[in-house]
């Protein structure tokens, strides 16, 4: 749990680097369209190696934004010593959700799953993290005109904007019982330029 932990640390400070960049983007992300899906959030950006501290694992990276962070990567993040000045550092981040509706009535429920990527040993510095939920919930309310669908799981209540490309929209009812399947990846990597 420690190595995960000190891996997931530097990806975490990395990618909050690159959705910073992103964000200040004049160019958004292209949507990806998926049948049924609900894009929840997309961003990706990308930033080089300035400097590279292989005794003290300090990564001195320059992001897309202009800014400039030295970032202390913990023993455990694998293939440190194989980042080189000038490497480009990738992030790439997605959420989505999927609504399905119908099937047998559930108790509102959620199961969650979690998996964890490294590159081999020897390679370029890559990995991801992939976290999923499995969802019962209860539809509380609907707007048609603007495709919102609000549903209440065991833990929260959420509205998400359905795809326009659903042709079933109107189809869902308010008390209707859904299945809600969320996915949030995080993935990086190092390549040489």
Do not use: H
């Not at 992030?91 to 559930?106: D, E, H």
């Not at 999923?132 to 509380?140: D, E, G, L, P």
């Amino acid at each position: 749990m420690k190595k995960l932990l000190g891996v997931l640390v530097f990806v975490l400070l990395v990618s909050l680097n690159i959705a910073v960049a992103a964000e200040s983007a004049t160019e958004p992300a292209a949507q990806p369209v998926e049948f049924g899906g609900v894009v929840m959030g997309l961003a990706s950006g990308s930033a080089t190696v300035q400097d590279i501290d292989y005794t003290t694992r300090i990564a001195t990276l320059k992001f897309d934004n202009g800014d400039i962070k030295s970032i202390t990567a913990g023993p455990d993040v694998r293939n440190f010593n194989q980042i080189n000045k000038g490497d480009k550092v990738n992030i790439n981040y997605a959420a989505t959700a999927v609504l399905s509706i119908g099937g047998p009535a559930q108790p509102l429920a959620r199961e969650d799953m979690t998996e964890v990527t490294r590159a081999p040993l020897g390679q370029k510095p890559a990995g991801s993290i992939t976290e999923s939920a499995n969802i019962s919930a209860v539809v509380k309310d609907i707007d048609y005109n603007n495709r919102l669908v609000t549903v209440e799981g065991p833990q929260r209540t959420v509205t998400l904007k359905i795809d326009p490309q659903e042709k079933d929209f109107d189809k869902i009812k308010k008390g209707d019982e859904v299945a809600l399947y969320i996915t949030e990846s995080l993935t990086i990597n190092v390549t040489a330029p």
